[in-house]
Structures are given as C-alpha cells and as structure tokens.
C-alpha cells in the first residue's frame, strides 16, 4: 500500500519505524527493565533474549553468578596444606583414642585367631613334650638301649598334671622322636649314597613313606582304643611319642649297617626292637591299666593287655620295614 500519494486520506499519515531504532540506547524517560543490571542487550534476529537475562558464556560460571561453592569444586586449584591426607592420617592416628581402639581390635583379632590355630594344633599341649634338656634327652636314649634294669616307670604328677619330661625321666616326649626321624632321613641318604643309589627325589619319597606310616599306625591305635572302648590316660600326643621311639633304633642299626653291612644290622635291630617293646610294654603298663583294678583275668584289662602287647609288636615289624630296604645286599 502507497501511503505517499493518498491524497485522500484523512489524518497523518504514519512514520515508518527505523529498523535501527531497537539497538539505540534508550533514552532516560524510559523506564529501565530491573533484570537488565543496565546492561546493552543485543537483537537476536528481531527477538528479545531469553526471558530477559544476559546469557553468561559457556566458560563463565553457571547463572552467571561466581559463588565460593563452584570455586571449592575446581579440583585445578591447589590444596590448603592443613587439609593434606597424608599429614591429616599421621595426627590422626597420634590420637590416644585412636591408638588405644587399634590396640584393643588387634589384641582381639590375634586371640580369636590363636584360639582358632589352637582348636586344630594344641601349641599349649606341644610346649610340655618339648620343654627337655640336654641331661633328659641323654639318660632317655640310655633309658631306651636299656630298659631292662630301670626300676620305677611311674610318672611324678604335680598339681596341675604331670611333670615336665626335663623332671621326669619317664614322661613322654616328642622331641626324641622328631630329631630321630629327622637323623633317619639324613642316614637313609648316606646309606643310599655310599651304594650310589642316592637321587633326590628318592630321599623325598623316603621321607614321606616313612610320614605316612607313621600317621597311619596313630589313626589304628586311636581306632583301636575307641573301638574297644578302653578309658585310659593316654592322649593322642602320647601315642606319637611312644611309637616315635623306634625311629632311634632304626639309627643305630643303619649306622652298624654301613660297616658291618647285613650281619650287623640284623644283630642291632633284633637288640633295639626287643629293648623297645620291654620299654613300651613297661612303660604303657601304668597308663593303660590303671592301678587299683582287678588282675589281667579281668574283661576290661585283658583287652587293655592286648592292646598295649600289639602295640609293642606291632614296633619291630614297621622298623624293618622302614630299614631293610637301605642296606647294602653285599654279606660281607
């Protein structure tokens, strides 16, 4: 529509809007939005900004406002040195408080895991059959090459149980036994070496053979007292002792073996295997077959009788077996 030649309408006419005229900074008079902080906005494409706010840039902080919370995240900025982990652990475990509660928990987490080892392992009950000394350790191996002229086999009791075997001859012990099988599996190597018939892997195999039999001969003895239900003051512990002993004639007949070969070790092992069962026999005697009870004519004590003579037979037989093997075939 020409409004510049209408000579017929009536009025002004009216003034065409610069397009300009929005990007002109308003004059005084106008009243001022409040949410503009008298800040200059730009047209977008004829359109006021959005909802009237000066849109911060991407990089600026959000809501356009700079808050002591945004700049705690920065995790660009340096920590204050009083917070560092390191030193904060160090004071903080300097506290009493704490280093009394790390005591306790740690005082409770090694009992509760002693008394777990203990319920598998009796270390209190091992510490007896170790406490010996040199005069003990040489008047038992005398004890065991001659029994036959000793006198009194009972075991002394104090308050709490039985003596310690430093203070008793008679009492039980496992320290013998351990050495000796010990000593048996380095005379075994010996043996096998001046025959050269010695490799490594047979001194293993040696070793645990000798192992099992010996677990195997402490799990009949303990079925056998079960299933004949004989009460008796022997312990497991005791029943390894006592069949442990045999290992300190299978020694010595290895080592008269290694001079006088087959001849001498069949005259060693009759002697040891014969004073072994004596001592077993007398030994056993007081701890199967509680004094005070009826004679061997008895139910109960005959088969407490025939288990302490099996015992003791059943020793010489599992020497030579344990033996015979290692000596050398020469006769001479």
């Known amino acids: 529509m020409n409004y510049n030649h209408s000579a017929a309408r009536k009025g002004k006419p009216k003034r065409i809007l610069d397009p300009t005229a929005g990007l002109s900074t308003p004059s005084s008079s106008t009243p001022q939005n409040p949410y503009m902080y008298n800040q200059q906005v ?23 406002f700079s808050t002591p ?4 995240y920065n995790h660009t900025e340096p920590r204050p040195e009083g917070f560092s982990t390191p030193q904060f652990t160090t004071q903080l475990l300097a506290e009493p408080v704490v280093t009394n509660m790390a005591m306790q928990y ?27 000394d040199t005069d003990y350790v040489v008047s038992k191996l005398i004890l065991l090459a001659f029994p036959f002229t000793h006198k009194d086999w009972s075991v002394k009791y104090e308050q709490d149980g039985p003596l310690q075997p430093r203070y008793e ?67 497991t512990l005791d029943l390894l002792a006592y069949c442990g002993y045999k290992y300190a004639g299978i020694n010595a007949a290895l080592l008269v073996s290694l001079i006088f070969r087959r001849v001498g070790y069949y005259i060693v092992l009759l002697y040891t295997s014969a ?27 005959k088969r407490r009788l025939y288990f302490i003579l099996c015992l003791a037979a059943v020793q010489p037989v599992l020497m030579w077996w344990l033996s015979y093997h290692l000596i050398s075939s020469d006769a001479t």
């Open 275 to 301: 004073s072994l069962a004596f001592f077993l026999i007398r030994s056993l005697k007081l701890r199967v077959i509680p004094e005070g009870h009826s004679p061997y004519t008895a139910t109960g004590n």
């Open 169 to 235: 001859r008679n009492a039980p012990d496992l320290y013998i036994p351990t050495m000796a099988f010990l000593t048996y599996v380095v005379i075994a190597g010996l043996s096998l070496g001046t025959q050269e018939r010695f490799t490594p892997e047979q001194l293993g195999i040696l070793a645990s053979s000798a192992l099992a039999w010996g677990i195997i001969e402490l799990l009949v003895h303990t079925i056998t007292l079960y299933v004949m239900n004989l009460d008796t003051s022997l312990r």
């Open 69 to 72: 919370h945004t700049q705690a």
């Open 42 to 64: 730009p047209m977008n494409n004829g359109m006021p900004p959005e909802y009237g706010f000066n849109m911060p840039p991407p990089s600026a902080s959000p809501y356009g």
């Open 106 to 132: 740690g005082n409770a987490l090694v009992g509760s895991g002693k008394q777990h080892f203990e319920k598998y392992i009796p270390v209190t009950a091992l510490k007896y059959y170790f406490a010996v």
